[in-house]
């Protein structure tokens, strides 16, 4: 019996010893979507079927547009209504107020489809085409509005950074457009841009620089680089610092302004100057004066 309860003690001990022992990676096992066949950036469309129910309250939004947009907006409005009809949400545009209002419906099925119909009002008020801003409603399709009216104070320096975004003919525009992937249209106080998420970072990355100094060329010319680096398997795991460009800023030479250096305060008057005519007279007379008397005689 002894021996019995030594040996039951013996183990209990090892028990509790295994316990103390922490080793890393102990929940590193296996995971069934842990396999890299899988997408995960892939987004399923959506099944109607997923919420059979529809919606429990009624979600809207609405936004301004300006009034140049207003004839333009009434002729395209049985367009963007048609669309979004599809998708089970309800749209009215009201020329009084200014404004277009979304709100889903009892129709609506899909939950985000309200968010997407927000992103279309928004991309019509920011002079962007009916026909392109539906394609908003696409689940692979995102959109940003970058404001850049207040990123700069000066309204010439403003205006001539903008005019550089876009580029003689609108050619660095296009060239934008063609290494993103994605949709830019320039307006205004902002840029409204439309595509996936890598490529609107990218935008955004160039157009903030571009109002901020840093000309749109060298975003160009690195991603020129990117995507021809990226056609070589070879160099896929691999730092491509090396083979980009590195821009150094160079500093101009501003004129250095002349400070006048400030006179010491009196508080009497400086004394009056002589005239033209003083000045031509006094030494006049001193002459007649130098010349002896008796010579007039």
Not at 202 to 209: G, H, L, Y
Request: one cysteine or more; proline letters at 7%; charged letters at 30%.
């Amino acid at each position: 019996m002894e021996s019995a309860e030594v040996n039951g003690g013996g183990e209990d001990a090892t028990l509790v010893g295994e316990k103390k022992k922490k080793h890393k990676g102990k929940h590193d096992k296996p995971k069934p979507w842990d396999d890299p066949s899988i997408d995960h950036w892939k987004i399923d469309k959506f099944d109607p079927s997923w919420n059979g129910g529809g919606m429990l309250e009624v979600s809207s939004f609405s936004t301004l547009f300006p009034q140049y947009r207003e004839k333009y907006l009434q002729e395209t409005w049985p367009i963007v209504k048609r669309a979004l009809k599809e998708s089970g949400v309800a749209c009215e545009l009201n020329l009084v107020e200014g404004s277009m209002t979304v709100s889903t419906t009892l129709k609506t099925r899909d939950p985000y489809v309200v968010v997407k119909a927000r992103d279309l009002i928004k991309l019509l008020s920011r002079s962007v085409p009916a026909p392109q801003a539906i394609k908003i409603l696409d689940d692979e399709m995102q959109c940003d509005i970058i404001k850049i009216g207040s990123l700069i104070r000066n309204k010439e320096r403003f205006v001539k950074r903008r005019q550089r975004l876009l580029g003689p003919n609108n050619s660095t525009l296009k060239a934008m457009e063609l290494l993103t992937g994605c949709y830019v249209l320039v307006q205004g106080n902002t840029v409204a841009a439309m595509g996936s998420f890598k490529g609107l970072k990218q935008v955004r990355k160039i157009v903030e620089d571009c109002i901020h100094n840093i000309h749109p060329i060298y975003h160009i010319k690195t991603l020129m680089i990117k995507r021809e680096l990226a056609k070589n398997p070879e160099l896929a795991n691999e730092n491509w610092d090396r083979f980009l460009p590195k821009f150094k800023k160079k500093n101009v030479k501003q004129k250095k302004v002349k400070v006048k250096e400030k006179k010491p305060y009196t508080p009497f008057p400086p004394p009056q100057q002589p005239s033209k005519v003083s000045q031509n007279v006094i030494p006049l007379i001193s002459l007649i004066l130098e010349i002896p008397w008796f010579q007039f005689w």
